[in-house]
């Protein structure tokens, strides 16, 4: 009997090229890695990897693992989906993944209302800027701004919710300083490589082409109420800062629209259906906020 856990070890090690890859993403040490392939490499009879200098080739026995490999993995998480599909108990763990603003300056009040009216229920928040696989089972409901609808798997079911708008923003201090005169330069603050959208180009205060630049939103934020310059954040973040202004020239502009979507079998337990009924009223509610139409929760 080849046992599934040997093949997930050699599957990670087979997509990330190493076995230090492997063990990164199953939160094992090396070695473990090493003795789970030995282990499969002994029930096959065969030898499924060549080390070379770059990293983990595949050989040609491997290559025919892999094809099975990735069936195996398919058909666990099809049996693992249906199963959930049958669990209708209101308690368990619920896996929520969404961008770090929205959990942060948006839902995290919802969320704790949610856990109070469901104290079986375990939740985690996975914020991050990363898109966790549905597929996989590395989430079970994902909030993400979706910027066409075309773009979303066709084997993940959603509910759509609210546009949400962005605009340009800095400190009301800087923008005084800016109109008086003062010789300090404007710099855009950059979260991504995307850099400025085409759009921010049309406010009315000179930048100079020198970004400052951040991968983390809450210091994009504090960037921005430094003074350091201008930059590009959702309406209901910046709208809802008093230390912060739209920069004059431009309106806001729409970035895409919130969808909340969950994979297969899995979007039918009751602790999933429960959660997306849930905050889908609740972001319905904050339309006009994610529109840039009102500055409060309220």
Not at 142 to 171: C, E, M, Q, T, W
Not at 236 to 264: C, H, I, K
Request: hydrophobic residues 45%; positive net charge; glycine residues 8%.
């Amino acid at each position: 009997m080849i046992d599934w856990d040997d093949v997930r070890y050699f599957l990670a090690a087979a997509r990330g090229g190493s076995v230090r890859a492997a063990a990164k993403q199953l939160g094992v040490n090396h070695a473990t890695v090493l003795r789970r392939i030995a282990q499969l490499e002994k029930r096959l009879g065969v030898q499924v990897f060549a080390k070379l200098p770059s990293g983990y080739r595949l050989t040609g026995a491997g290559e025919d693992v892999l094809e099975f490999a990735d069936q195996m993995e398919a058909s666990s998480h099809l049996l693992e989906t249906r199963i959930l599909g049958r669990d209708q108990s209101a308690r368990g763990l619920l896996r929520v993944t969404l961008p770090p603003f929205l959990a942060t300056h948006l839902l995290m009040p919802d969320f704790a209302d949610f856990a109070r009216l469901h104290p079986d229920i375990e939740m985690e928040i996975l914020s991050s800027g990363a898109l966790a696989n549905l597929t996989n089972r590395e989430a079970d409901v994902a909030i993400r701004i979706v910027p066409d609808r075309k773009s979303l798997p066709l084997n993940l079911h959603g509910l759509v919710g609210p546009a949400l708008f962005g605009a340009v923003y800095l400190s009301r201090d800087r923008l005084a300083a800016w109109r008086s005169g003062a010789p300090d330069p404007m710099r855009w603050i950059v979260i991504d490589a995307r850099g400025v959208p085409d759009w921010a180009g049309e406010v009315e205060v000179c930048a100079t082409g020198v970004p400052f630049r951040t991968p983390d939103p809450d210091a994009q934020v504090a960037a921005a109420r430094q003074g350091i310059g201008m930059t590009t954040l959702p309406c209901f973040v910046g709208d809802a800062d008093t230390l912060l202004v739209r920069a004059p020239g431009v309106e806001p502009r729409m970035g895409g629209t919130l969808w909340l979507l969950t994979q297969g079998e899995a979007r039918k337990t009751k602790r999933v259906r429960l959660f997306t009924e849930f905050i889908s009223r609740r972001l319905a509610a904050y339309a006009p906020l994610l529109a840039g139409l009102s500055m409060s929760r309220d």
